[in-house]
């Protein structure tokens, strides 16, 4: 999977389908203008703040709590709109009433299974990351595939017996694609950037953009391990027939 092509497929789905994508995605363009709109009055506030131990620790407090609540609240958001993406791009559905796919995994069935999921990520890298920066930064991005695995599990109704196994799923999907991943990651700071120069105007090319990619990302990486499969089935139907 090169990361060139990746995005440059996304960007000509984005540019063709711009407003399909917008409307799907509009829960976190939101969030996205409103975090940066809050942090903007968090400055302002902090330049005429005297600055206490006890703001510190209760910065920090608060910090860790709105990260958990964001990775749940929003991760149920994503996911919905990741496997959205994920069916139009594989399977060239048509959607109808489009501004509430992004909540279609809020259902009471669905809901709970995704809190756990995006807690337990949460947490996992959280520990990593109190031990050093680095392996915590490694295993957030070995645990990146999860949500998109427990989506299509649902969709293809398959019983849900442990939430943790995503985890590892997550992990054994990501075996040699970290690099890859992480220079994509880094590839979007710029658009990033421009995002907060334009006080979240550019999200909403920026935000469709991004899920895109990572929903391809998700694509290649599938396609890689059932490239991988067929290998191995191959090898060991040759080995059966040398034996014979």
């Not at 969030?31 to 005429?48: A, R």
């Not at 120069?197 to 929903?215: C, H, K, N």
């Amino acid at each position: 999977m090169g990361i060139t092509t990746l995005k440059k497929e996304a960007w000509q789905k984005l540019r063709n389908n711009w407003r399909f994508l917008v409307v799907l995605t509009w829960p976190l363009i939101a969030w996205q203008i409103f975090t940066l709109l809050l942090s903007y009055g968090d400055s302002i506030q902090e330049g005429v703040t005297v600055v206490k131990p006890s703001s510190v620790l209760f910065a920090l407090s608060r910090t860790l709590w709105a990260g958990l609540i964001e990775a749940i609240i929003i991760g149920v958001i994503s996911l919905g709109v990741m496997w959205t993406m994920v069916e139009w791009s594989r399977d060239k559905m048509e959607f109808k009433q489009t501004g509430l796919l992004s909540f279609r995994f809020f259902k009471r069935e669905t809901v709970i299974d995704s809190v756990v999921l995006m807690a337990i990520r949460f947490l996992y890298t959280l520990l990593w990351s109190c031990l050093l920066v680095v392996p915590g930064i490694i295993k957030n991005i070995s645990y990146s595939q999860a949500e998109f695995i427990y989506a299509e599990d649902v969709k293809r109704g398959v019983a849900i017996e442990s939430i943790n196994e995503y985890i590892t799923r997550s992990r054994v999907l990501m075996d040699g694609h970290k690099w890859e991943y992480f220079l994509l990651q880094i590839t979007f700071i710029p658009w990033w950037i421009l995002v907060a120069l334009t006080s979240g105007l550019a999200t909403f090319w920026v935000i469709p953009y991004y899920e895109l990619t990572m929903t391809n990302f998700y694509l290649g990486l599938k396609k890689a391990q059932a490239d991988d499969l067929d290998t191995k089935d191959d090898s060991t139907s040759e080995v059966i027939e040398d034996d014979k």
